[in-house]
């Protein structure tokens, strides 16, 4: 039995479920589908590796796209394809004797070397130069098909709309037409693509399409460019899935939803207030976080910024010039947890910040894990990392111009062979997607897997996951750009 993968970066359940979605909706009635919970935190990556190797980002020692590589103060790393160890669904397949394809599936550059093909996805720096497929030739058939092939679309952080609009419905096009030239051209047992151009319409236009936007204009001619942009994806999705036999289980999936972005929350300009973070001099403007003259012998935490915050405690016997003895890490930390999640936004009301303690949140801790995660106003706020704004709340973005944020739940639609008419299905996980396709196709399940089986009860085991109700410069930009890095 074959498997398809349709990924859709960042597609929110509202929409991805609730909208009329013709080739959607017949997926729908054909199997078993939901609201998708995501990992803490719910990141591109590493939440598709999380999916695809069915193990949390502590098993997997990755927490987000830049990673303390050491515990020196600088050590922070982008998460490349070889951070990943993990045996994911593709490995399983080619180790039973199966061929594989994945597309833009994050992170998959460098290339993967594996039974099949390969191609890189939106942290490749720059496809016109750099080898982003596996064989390298996939490359020129990629070139002769469509041009030059796009990994994401360049500029994402601009006012100007329109061109940013034909350029993510100019990937997208190149992007169908090279998985339909592989779904006909190529023989595989296991398919998976990941499509970013949803979340770039998210990120970039979802103030004129939300009326809980605070910034949300009703008249705006942008209002149904992510709509319209749904009912593209379901078209392209229909002509792929023409193309298939009967024998084929097919997956719809997010790694993550979407939702409307209040502001940004300056944590390590708030650390500085509270006394945390010692500087020996104050910046005149705002300051990235890199430069700025830290007196690390007096600091106690720091922060790198995003979509979400990670806060590091400097321990001694740890850090270089750790401050906060061993013995009294613990109260350190749960003092902290708690005045973050007492923070307040601009008019002093409660912002419902979530904290979490990642040994709390996952079944092990590997590498090395910020001491705290923070969703500030439950992901209401993103996490901005200079310091010199002389205030704690933001409505700009410290990355340019974002209209949304990563929410909680994603979204999942299951149809084929031996998926039962189950309808809609709660309490599904995104761990539990490998462990999920890869019974179905008759394909052994990696004990090291955390996830359940979804559409037979009478199968399911007791997961082990719980939870709480650098590369390059051009990397590091792209990423900055993209709002993961702040």
């Not at 041009?147 to 350029?167: C, I, M, Q, S, W």
Request: hydrophobic content about 35%.
């Amino acid at each position: 039995m074959k498997i398809l993968i349709a990924g859709l970066d960042c597609a929110a359940p509202e929409l991805l479920l609730g909208e009329d979605l013709p080739n959607i909706r017949r997926l729908m009635a054909a199997g078993v589908y939901g609201r998708l919970e995501s990992v803490i935190p719910p990141i591109t990556v590493p939440a598709w590796q999380c999916m695809s190797t069915s193990r949390d980002p502590g098993a997997l020692g990755v927490y987000g796209f830049r990673n303390r590589a050491d515990h020196s103060y600088d050590g922070m790393q982008t998460a490349d394809a070889r951070w990943f160890k993990a045996v994911t669904m593709w490995d399983q397949v080619a180790m039973e004797g199966g061929r594989s394809i994945i597309v833009g599936v994050p992170p998959s550059y460098p290339p993967r070397r594996m039974n099949g093909i390969s191609v890189g996805c939106f942290l490749t720096p720059d496809p016109s130069v750099d080898v982003y497929t596996h064989p390298t030739s996939v490359g020129d058939r990629l070139r002769g098909l469509v041009g030059e092939y796009p990994v994401d679309v360049k500029g994402f952080r601009t006012e100007n709309k329109d061109k940013l609009h034909a350029d993510i419905l100019e990937m997208t096009r190149k992007h169908f037409e090279v998985i339909r030239h592989f779904v006909t051209s190529e023989e595989w047992d296991y398919l998976h693509f990941v499509e970013i151009g949803l979340d770039r319409i998210h990120h970039g236009f979802w103030k004129h399409h939300d009326p809980r936007h605070v910034q949300h204009d009703p008249d705006s001619p942008y209002r149904d460019v992510i709509r319209d942009y749904y009912r593209l994806l379901d078209h392209e999705i229909g002509t792929v899935l023409e193309m298939l036999d009967a024998d084929t289980l097919v997956l719809v999936v997010s790694d993550h939803g979407a939702r409307p972005l209040d502001g940004g929350f300056c944590v390590n300009e708030w650390l500085v207030r509270e006394g945390y973070l010692v500087l020996r001099s104050n910046p005149n403007e705002v300051t990235p976080f890199e430069e700025l003259d830290i007196d690390w012998g007096r600091t106690k935490a720091w922060s790198s910024g995003g979509y979400y915050a990670r806060i590091f405690l400097n321990l001694r016997g740890r850090e270089p010039e750790g401050t906060i003895e061993p013995a009294d890490y613990f109260a350190v930390r749960t003092e902290l947890a708690e005045r973050l999640a007492a923070t307040t936004d601009p008019e002093g009301r409660p912002l419902g910040t979530r904290v979490f303690r990642p040994e709390e949140l996952y079944a092990r801790v590997e590498g090395i894990a910020p001491d705290l995660i923070v969703h500030f106003g439950d992901l209401a706020w993103r996490a901005v990392g200079g310091v010199g704004y002389g205030r704690v709340h933001v409505r700009e973005n410290d990355t340019g111009p974002d209209d949304c944020n990563h929410a909680q739940f994603g979204a999942f639609v299951l149809a084929g062979p031996g998926v039962p008419e189950l309808g809609e299905r709660e309490g599904a996980h995104l761990l539990d997607i490998a462990p999920t396709l890869l019974e179905l196709a008759g394909h052994d399940v990696p004990q090291e897997m955390q996830g359940r089986q979804l559409v037979r009860p009478d199968r399911e085991a007791a997961p082990t996951w719980s939870a709480p109700t650098e590369g390059d410069d051009l990397v590091r930009e792209r990423l900055k750009g993209l709002g993961y890095l702040g």
